[in-house]
Structures are given as C-alpha cells and as structure tokens.
C-alpha cells in the first residue's frame, strides 16, 4: 500500500514521499522544477527567490534521455539536499561532491530512472550534445553500487 505525503524541507522546498510499507522504501522527487529549453545542461540546482533553490531542466534533452532525466533532475536537487554550495557552472562542483549527489539520487531515486542514468553513461554513442561531467563510466559504477548497497538496483534486460 502507498502513501503520499507532502513535506516542507529546509523550509523552503516541498518535496513528495512516497513510502512503500511493504518495502521501507522512501522515493523523492522534487517538486520546483522550472523547464528551459535554452539550458546546455540536462539538469541543474539554481537558487531561486520563491523556493530558495530549483531544479531547472531542458525538457528537449530529457525527451531525448528518457527515464535517465529524473535521475539527472534528482542528482541536481540532491545538491541542495546535501547543503552543497550552489555553484554557477556544473562543471565546478569537485568529483567528491558530484559522487555523493549521485550516490544519493541512486539511493533515494526511482529504481528504472537510475538504471536508466547508468546506462546512458555507458553508452559511448550517445549524444555528445548531452553535457556529462566526470568519468562517465567511473559515474555508471559508483551509481550502480550505490544502488546495490540500498537495494535500489533493477537490472532491466
């Protein structure tokens, strides 16, 4: 049976839980998205005067990417979760922060997104259009341990 459940978090953002009681499973997906088309990147954490920060996303590339779009869109607010400094540019945040936003989006992500997210990592022929920063393949791995570790891994075929 699932439950929702609305919740204010950092007093700011409202983010829905749902809860799987047979499982203790707890799925979030942020709920200040701001859609722009203009964005190079798939998705980003911007602060943001009404919400104090928000998920900005290119809904072009995440047409494109799928199910791997909600990953992204997860791994940019797990920015703000995780009391990160929202930095300007992507491509700035160190590999350290980049792996534990990651690592919480596999953990608290949906299962087919971050199955998802790994598998465009791993394809060499996507499209270079969509800006991946870091070790791609190195992203893929730590994700799907991550994954693993919080029983969070749907090996789809």
Request: glycine residues 4%.
């Amino acid at each position: 049976m699932r439950y929702r459940k609305s919740i204010w978090l950092n007093a700011l953002l409202i983010i829905n839980l749902t809860i799987c009681a047979s499982c203790n499973k707890v799925t979030i997906a942020p709920m200040s998205e701001i859609p722009d088309t203009y964005l190079k990147e798939i998705a980003m954490i911007r602060d943001d005067p009404h919400w104090g920060a928000a998920v900005i996303y290119n809904p072009n590339t995440c047409k494109e990417i799928g199910e791997a779009c909600g990953f992204f869109r997860l791994h940019a607010f797990a920015h703000n979760h995780l009391n990160h400094t929202l930095l300007a540019k992507p491509s700035s945040y160190p590999v350290s922060l980049e792996t534990r936003a990651d690592c919480w989006a596999a953990k608290y992500g949906k299962s087919n997104e971050v199955y998802a997210a790994a598998q465009l990592l791993l394809d060499k022929d996507r499209n270079p259009a969509w800006i991946i920063h870091g070790d791609a393949q190195q992203r893929a791995k730590n994700i799907r341990i991550c994954a693993i570790e919080n029983e969070n891994w749907l090996e789809i075929n």
